[in-house]
């Protein structure tokens, strides 16, 4: 008797579980949500106003309009447990690329010193934006960092995007390094994974 | 390095998949090698002397492939698979042509050019300097493994130009370089103030068909050939060949040429990064009047840094823009486990494009995720959310812009949903398994104008 009633409750927890899911098919969220639930904490990224040097912060708010339009946010966020955790603006992390070059996990653009741009020279993130080139010598494929995109910006504009990112709240957030690896499942394709899963988050990530 | 080097084992399996492989293959390969030599070389001492050609032209190209392709294409045809994105377009190595000489108009350049140019890099454009990055001795391969593409290298010889003696700047050498301006007609296409004002011509194509910007003459820091006085008399003696910017060599006097060179190095504006609060101020006031006095410019400079053509330019197997395609969209985007988005039709096309849309129908797009037949969205691949922060100003400068995208009929059909069962399994894989939802690209046209290598999954 406890047998069947345990196989009548685990049945009628699966397909209340598959109905859920037939639910969420139908009436997706993101319908149910207004776009503005999705554009209005693109415009949140932190603030210039507490840069001291006038001409700096006016370079850095145009870097900032820069950084949101361009949508940096869209791959260098950090994952939090209910979607990115844009207190840890730019602390990167949150996406993962599989291509056909190797895995590539978006990189931390605060100004911390270990585990951000804190170590990387004005002139190396620059030539990052404009050529894809990285310090140590690899080129990003630019499918997966858009630096085409970004070279075409003036050299004066890149400047404000870099001021900017100086001047971001620094985050310890350690992300692994490209592997690069000949690993293939579908010739042709790039995948690009989204997801729950964070990389490398050191245990504290204090915020400064 | 450590992550460059390719071990043996995926080396090995790599081969068995060369057909499809090829490109990471010769890169893994560049790896591999190119982390072996690189110390030794290093120590090689800095010389002028001819690259050895003939010592080993393979390391050339061991180089090349590790760093060029990008953007210079396996063949060096300048057709690399970021190649259609970035203004200028890299060079076609294969017709032996090039802009930054030292040279007669119609010779090859000279070893110090083509060395000078990929050790500096080419300011203004997506060419880095290389010199932090690789040895001399692989700065002088790779350049001996250019010089074999074109087969113009084999059969003629540079012909440098002698450089009249130097006229020191002077206030008097500046007053002379103004009329040099003036004479030469130089305003024509760099304007009367060398920043396009009242020049008559303001689009340009080089030979190859690709838009071009004229230089603007307050911004030495994006002259390709370098900012000094030096830099530009060969500039003005030599041309740039396959752009409308002539030799003068022939019409003028060495002298003006100097005379000229020094103008135009007076003519240069402080950098943003060198202003104070109030110069800072003026500048962007500057530039947002340009913008709105000129809607069509500031959109194109948007839609080109943005991305758009990143995914509404379709490409095929090799990331190769296909022609004709241009912003006509077409590239599918698989978002498990919600649907395919097909990337739409940009064009000013009024059957297939955003002919038939209004403004606030483009806008309402760009900042909404809302489209002309009122369905939704998803808030990625396309990156509405962050346009959204876009000032009004700007937002009509796109659509401007994109009025003015000569009309390319593909139709794209409209976003799909996955089927209920695929949805469910999805979910469970997300929800159960803990897989990651992957968003797959695949490069390609579905749309009706050619099938393309996107077609099938």
Same mark, same amino acid.
């Given at each position: 008797?406890?047998r069947?009633?345990?196989?009548?409750?685990?049945?009628?927890?699966?397909?209340?579980g #598959?109905?859920?899911l037939?639910?969420?098919?139908?009436?997706?969220p993101?319908?149910?949500a207004?776009?503005?639930?999705?554009?209005?904490?693109?415009?949140?990224?932190?603030?210039?106003?507490?840069?001291a &040097?006038?001409a700096?912060?006016?370079? @850095?708010?145009?870097?900032?309009?820069?950084?949101m339009?361009?949508?940096?946010i869209?791959?260098?966020?950090?994952?939090?447990?209910?979607?990115?955790?844009?207190t840890?603006?730019?602390?990167?992390?949150?996406?993962?690329?599989?291509?056909?070059?190797?895995?590539?996990?978006?990189r931390?653009?605060?100004?911390?010193?270990?585990?951000?741009l804190?170590?990387?020279?004005?002139d190396?993130?620059?030539?990052?934006?404009?050529?894809?080139?990285f310090?140590?010598?690899?080129?990003?494929?630019? +499918?997966?960092?858009p630096?085409?995109?970004?070279?075409?910006w003036?050299?004066?504009?890149?400047?404000a995007?870099?001021?900017?990112?100086?001047?971001?709240?620094?985050?310890?957030?350690?992300?692994?390094?490209?592997?690069?690896?000949?690993?293939?499942?579908?010739?042709?394709?790039?995948?690009?994974?989204?997801?729950?899963?964070d990389?490398?988050?050191t245990p504290?990530?204090?915020?400064e | 390095?450590?992550?460059?080097?390719?071990?043996?084992?995926?080396?090995?399996?790599l081969?068995?998949?060369?057909?499809?492989?090829?490109? #990471?293959?010769?890169?893994?390969l560049?790896?591999?090698?190119?982390?072996?030599?690189?110390?030794?070389?290093?120590?090689a001492p800095?010389?002028?002397?001819?690259?050895?050609?003939?010592?080993?032209?393979?390391?050339?190209?061991?180089?090349?492939?590790?760093?060029?392709v990008?953007?210079?294409?396996?063949?060096?045809?300048?057709?690399?698979?970021?190649?259609?994105?970035?203004?200028p377009?890299?060079?076609?190595?294969?017709?032996?042509?090039?802009?930054?000489? +030292?040279?007669?108009?119609?010779?090859?350049?000279?070893?110090?050019?083509?060395?000078?140019?990929?050790?500096?890099?080419?300011?203004? +454009?997506?060419?880095?300097?290389?010199?932090?990055?690789?040895?001399?001795?692989?700065?002088?391969?790779?350049?001996?493994?250019?010089?074999?593409?074109?087969?113009?290298f084999?059969?003629?010889?540079?012909?440098?130009? @002698?450089?009249a003696?130097?006229v020191?700047?002077s206030?008097?050498? #500046?007053?002379?370089?103004? %009329?040099?301006?003036?004479t030469?007609q130089?305003?024509?296409?760099?304007?009367?103030?060398?920043?396009?004002s009242?020049? +008559?011509?303001?689009?340009?194509?080089?030979?190859?068909?690709?838009?071009l910007?004229?230089?603007?003459?307050?911004?030495?820091?994006?002259?390709?050939?370098?900012?000094?006085?030096?830099?530009?008399y060969?500039?003005?003696?030599?041309g740039?060949?396959?752009?409308?910017?002539?030799?003068?060599?022939?019409s003028?006097?060495?002298g003006?040429?100097?005379?000229? @060179?020094?103008?135009?190095?007076s003519?240069?504006?402080?950098?943003?990064?060198?202003?104070?609060?109030?110069?800072?101020a003026?500048?962007?006031?500057?530039?947002d009047?340009?913008?709105?006095a000129n809607?069509?410019?500031?959109?194109?400079?948007?839609? &080109?840094?943005?991305?758009?053509?990143?995914?509404?330019?379709?490409?095929?197997?090799?990331?190769?823009m296909?022609?004709?395609?241009?912003?006509?969209?077409?590239?599918?985007?698989?978002?498990?486990?919600?649907g395919?988005y097909?990337?739409?039709?940009?064009?000013s096309?009024?059957?297939t494009?955003?002919?038939?849309?209004? %403004?606030?129908?483009?806008?309402?797009?760009?900042?909404?995720?809302?489209l002309?037949?009122g369905?939704?969205?998803?808030?990625?691949?396309?990156?509405?959310?962050?346009?959204?922060?876009?000032?009004?100003?700007?937002?009509?400068a796109?659509?401007?812009?994109?009025?003015?995208?000569?009309p390319?009929?593909?139709?794209?059909?409209p976003?799909?949903?996955?089927?209920?069962?695929?949805?469910?399994?999805?979910?469970?894989?997300l929800?159960?398994?803990?897989?990651?939802?992957?968003m797959?690209?695949?490069?390609?046209n579905?749309?009706?104008?050619?099938?393309?290598?996107?077609a099938?999954?």
């Amino acid at each position: 008797m406890k047998r069947i009633l345990k196989w009548i409750v685990g049945i009628v927890l699966v397909i209340g579980g #598959v109905a859920f899911l037939a639910f969420l098919y139908f009436i997706p969220p993101f319908l149910t949500a207004t776009p503005e639930t999705f554009s209005g904490p693109m415009a949140t990224a932190p603030p210039v106003s507490r840069i001291a &040097d006038p001409a700096e912060r006016a370079i @850095a708010e145009r870097g900032r309009e820069i950084v949101m339009r361009t949508g940096c946010i869209g791959c260098h966020a950090t994952n939090g447990s209910q979607g990115p955790d844009l207190t840890k603006y730019l602390a990167g992390g949150g996406l993962k690329f599989r291509t056909p070059h190797g895995t590539f996990v978006s990189r931390n653009l605060t100004p911390d010193k270990e585990t951000g741009l804190g170590k990387r020279t004005d002139d190396e993130v620059k030539r990052v934006l404009r050529s894809g080139l990285f310090a140590d010598g690899h080129i990003a494929p630019y +499918t997966v960092m858009p630096w085409a995109d970004y070279s075409n910006w003036t050299e004066e504009d890149r400047h404000a995007v870099v001021v900017y990112l100086r001047h971001l709240p620094s985050v310890r957030h350690q992300i692994p390094d490209p592997d690069k690896q000949p690993a293939i499942t579908r010739p042709g394709a790039i995948e690009q994974a989204y997801g729950g899963k964070d990389y490398g988050v050191t245990p504290a990530s204090p915020v400064e | 390095m450590r992550s460059f080097v390719a071990l043996p084992g995926r080396r090995a399996s790599l081969l068995a998949n060369r057909a499809i492989l090829a490109f #990471v293959f010769i890169g893994a390969l560049a790896m591999a090698f190119g982390g072996q030599s690189t110390s030794g070389a290093a120590q090689a001492p800095t010389s002028h002397s001819p690259p050895p050609l003939a010592s080993n032209p393979a390391r050339g190209k061991v180089v090349y492939d590790q760093r060029c392709v990008e953007c210079h294409g396996v063949a060096g045809k300048g057709d690399g698979p970021a190649a259609h994105l970035l203004i200028p377009r890299p060079r076609d190595f294969t017709l032996g042509r090039y802009k930054i000489r +030292t040279t007669e108009t119609g010779s090859i350049p000279t070893d110090e050019d083509l060395l000078r140019s990929v050790r500096k890099g080419l300011y203004g +454009t997506a060419m880095p300097g290389w010199d932090t990055i690789l040895s001399d001795a692989d700065i002088h391969e790779v350049v001996a493994y250019i010089k074999m593409l074109s087969p113009r290298f084999a059969s003629e010889t540079p012909k440098p130009i @002698a450089a009249a003696p130097q006229v020191e700047s002077s206030p008097e050498s #500046v007053r002379r370089g103004a %009329d040099v301006y003036a004479t030469l007609q130089c305003g024509k296409c760099h304007g009367s103030d060398g920043r396009g004002s009242g020049a +008559t011509a303001t689009t340009f194509e080089d030979d190859w068909r690709q838009p071009l910007h004229a230089a603007d003459l307050t911004e030495p820091w994006t002259f390709h050939g370098g900012p000094g006085a030096q830099d530009l008399y060969m500039r003005f003696s030599a041309g740039m060949s396959g752009t409308p910017m002539p030799s003068f060599k022939d019409s003028t006097s060495g002298g003006a040429m100097w005379d000229l @060179a020094n103008y135009v190095v007076s003519l240069a504006r402080k950098p943003l990064w060198q202003m104070n609060a109030q110069e800072v101020a003026e500048h962007y006031a500057r530039l947002d009047a340009e913008a709105r006095a000129n809607p069509v410019k500031r959109g194109q400079y948007l839609v &080109d840094t943005i991305g758009c053509a990143l995914c509404h330019s379709p490409v095929d197997d090799h990331k190769r823009m296909i022609p004709g395609l241009k912003m006509a969209g077409g590239f599918r985007i698989q978002v498990v486990p919600f649907g395919d988005y097909p990337a739409g039709n940009l064009t000013s096309d009024k059957e297939t494009g955003l002919g038939n849309w209004t %403004d606030d129908e483009i806008k309402r797009v760009l900042t909404r995720g809302i489209l002309k037949d009122g369905a939704r969205l998803l808030p990625y691949p396309m990156d509405w959310p962050s346009y959204s922060t876009m000032k009004a100003d700007d937002l009509n400068a796109i659509v401007a812009y994109l009025r003015t995208l000569p009309p390319v009929s593909n139709k794209v059909p409209p976003p799909s949903r996955t089927s209920l069962p695929l949805f469910l399994w999805g979910k469970f894989k997300l929800l159960i398994l803990g897989d990651d939802p992957p968003m797959v690209f695949y490069p390609g046209n579905i749309g009706s104008a050619g099938a393309g290598a996107g077609a099938q999954p």
